[in-house]
């Protein structure tokens, strides 16, 4: 176990729906980084926050945006959904290079 | 570009066999170079992890080799077990720690 976590499990939602997912990090961990995994593929970076400010962002538009607070926790919003929004969204905590995973929210858009 | 190319996509290997997975990658700015496994339900976990500064890791079974100047890395996994079968994901990383992951390889090891 990583001691990471997140939540929900599982979420469906349908198109032009906004979503909210959760990430709870290890204590002390300053920074946080979101990926989309759509299935059968490698992890695709989001965004990242570390002291909770964002410190870079991958190639999504800006309907993805996130939030991370004092308290380790952070979140990922997803505005106007879309059908390829379906996937495996994971949140890795890290305090040097090796990055910690949770097991991932598993988003169906309908 | 920053992408990392991984092959094969699929690999059978006997029990007691080696498991070799490849990856290439393009942006000279990376300096951090880890390989994940992931189980089906799971997010990856980290196995082993590998800076330009040296040609090779070992880990247990596992070893990581690393060529700068084809900007090539490779896991070999040693003794390959059936609880080994798993997706392995290559990944990588410069200034700011935010991986690159290449798109995966299953691996399935037969009893």
């Known amino acids: 176990e990583t001691g990471v976590t997140q939540s929900p499990t599982h979420l469906i939602k349908t198109r032009g729906q906004q979503v909210t997912l959760r990430c709870s990090s290890q204590?002390?961990?300053?920074?946080v980084s979101w990926y989309q995994q759509a299935l059968g593929q490698g992890p695709q970076f989001i965004f990242q926050y570390y002291r909770e400010e964002e410190n870079g962002r991958g190639n999504f538009p800006p309907r993805f945006s996130g939030l991370q607070f004092p308290n380790y926790s952070s979140e990922l919003n997803v505005n106007a959904l879309e059908l390829d929004d379906s996937a495996l969204y994971l949140c890795?905590?890290?305090?040097?290079?090796?990055?910690?995973f949770g097991p991932g929210t598993r988003l169906t858009v309908l | 570009q920053q992408q990392v190319k991984q092959s094969p996509q699929s690999l059978i290997v006997q029990k007691g066999g080696i498991s070799i997975i490849n990856c290439a990658y393009e942006?000279?700015?990376?300096?951090?170079f880890p390989w994940y496994q992931q189980f089906p339900g799971k997010g990856p976990a980290l196995l082993i992890a590998?800076?330009?500064?040296?040609s090779e890791k070992k880990e247990g079974r596992f070893t990581i080799s690393f060529n700068k100047s084809a900007k090539q890395f490779s896991l070999h996994i040693m003794d390959s077990q059936p609880g080994d079968s798993a997706t392995y994901f290559c990944?990588?990383?410069?200034?700011?720690?935010?991986?690159?992951f290449g798109g995966g390889t299953r691996l399935m090891v037969k009893p």
């Open positions: 590998i800076r330009p500064d040296v």
């Open positions: 990944a990588a990383s410069g200034a700011g720690n935010m991986l690159t």
């Open positions: 890795a905590s890290s305090l040097d290079d090796t990055q910690y």
């Open positions: 204590s002390g961990h300053n920074t």
């Open positions: 942006n000279t700015a990376f300096d951090y």
